[in-house]
């Protein structure tokens, strides 16, 4: 078998790559180790930034995505009894984010692909990589696949990154000592707005789906199971870091899904080796709470289609060459904003009352300097 673009990974970078190369008229093959089933019920991040919403829509997936994602001009930052909103629409006239479920941005895409006939394997085995310095080649389930260049889109976990030689890639890495446990209950939301919120016990996040689905996540100990947190439990941790303002009062439902996902900052440096490009998770994590995962995975594969695009139309690999460089200045950007949302929301050591009062002034800070709250919300919504 042989195509231009080996793609390891149907996460949204995966194919969202092999989408924008088939617009370019590049061939590709889809390689993905989960079922079809399992990627579309997935339940991951919920918020796009404004160019990611414009990437999707001039690539001609997103209708689905303007007639059921919700747009939002503001977020709520909640401290104290105090709650203040960060308005995007005044501070960054024209822009916006949008609620839509990963899941659902994946769902889009397998449908296009499928619809233009395009290949995705589920479900396959042992996959490998192969002569990544000149002639690559992919390998799975007794198969072999030969191309003229691999996407590594195969997330934190994958085999891509891995099959770098030792010494090549640099990583630059940040723990946090708390995990995030997150649920999707069948509630309407409480507000209208994203609510993040600070308190003594923690951080806690209201977010919503649809409608009649909330989203919400709490701040908890990094070995916590979901076993440990039943639905009484949840509920009223979620209360009592929610409702600290008056008239606000949390609608409760029944919980249909539960996950921990730990906090991590992480960086490999270059993003490629030989005719090997990695995107996405692949190459980058960041903690959740500035909501940049999806869209910098969407923002490398927009720099590594249109470098694969001048390569088989020229044969130059200037661009490709470049694509690194040009991506990891977004990537730092992100890995910045993700650490300080992080850093200011979460409670680090209960015993460091110096540290929650840095926080606290930090927060009154952005509320109420509008330098201070454009830095955020322009960094929210995403960087041209
Ligand atoms: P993915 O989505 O992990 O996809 C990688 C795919 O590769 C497959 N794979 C393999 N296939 C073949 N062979 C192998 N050996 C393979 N190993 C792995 C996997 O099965 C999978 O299908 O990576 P991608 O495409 O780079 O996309 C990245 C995003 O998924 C991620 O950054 C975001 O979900 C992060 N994130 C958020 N990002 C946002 O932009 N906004 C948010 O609001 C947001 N919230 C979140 C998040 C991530 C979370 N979790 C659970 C990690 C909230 C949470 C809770
Ligand atoms: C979500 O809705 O899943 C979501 C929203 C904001 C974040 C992270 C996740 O910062």
Partial sequence: MRTQVGIIGAGPAGLLLSHLLHLRGISSVVLEKRSRDHVERRVRAGVLEHGTVDTLVQAGVGARLLREGLPHHGIELRYGAESHRIAFDQLLPGRSITVYGQQEVVKD????????????RFEVTDVALHALEDRPYLTFGGERLDCDVIAGCDGFHG????????GVLTTYERAYPFAWLGILARVPP???????ARTDRGFALHSMRSPEVSRFYLQVPPDTSADDWPDERIWAELKAR??????????TGEIFDKGVTPMRGFVTEPMQYG????????????????AKGLNLAVADVRVLAEALDAFFATGSADLLDGYSRACLKRVWRAQH???????LLHTFDTDDDYGRR????????VTASEAAATTLAENYVGLP
């Avoid at 409480?190 to 993040?196: M, P, Q, R, T, V």
């Avoid at 840095?358 to 800070?365: A, E, I, N």
């Fill in 337 to 343: 904003f993700s650490w300080w949302m992080t850093t």
């Fill in 358 to 365: 840095l926080q606290v002034s930090h927060l009154d800070y």
């Fill in 159 to 166: 085999v891509s990154r891995p099959a770098v030689p030792d």
């Fill in 242 to 251: 929610l409702e600290t303002v008056p008239g606000f009062t949390l609608a």
């Fill in 275 to 290: 005719r090997l490009y990695l995107a996405g998770d692949a190459a980058h994590i960041v903690p959740p709470t500035g």
């Fill in 190 to 196: 409480s507000a209208e707005e994203l609510i993040y």
């Fill in 109 to 120: 895409l397998i449908a296009a692909r499928l619809a233009a006939g395009g290949d995705i």
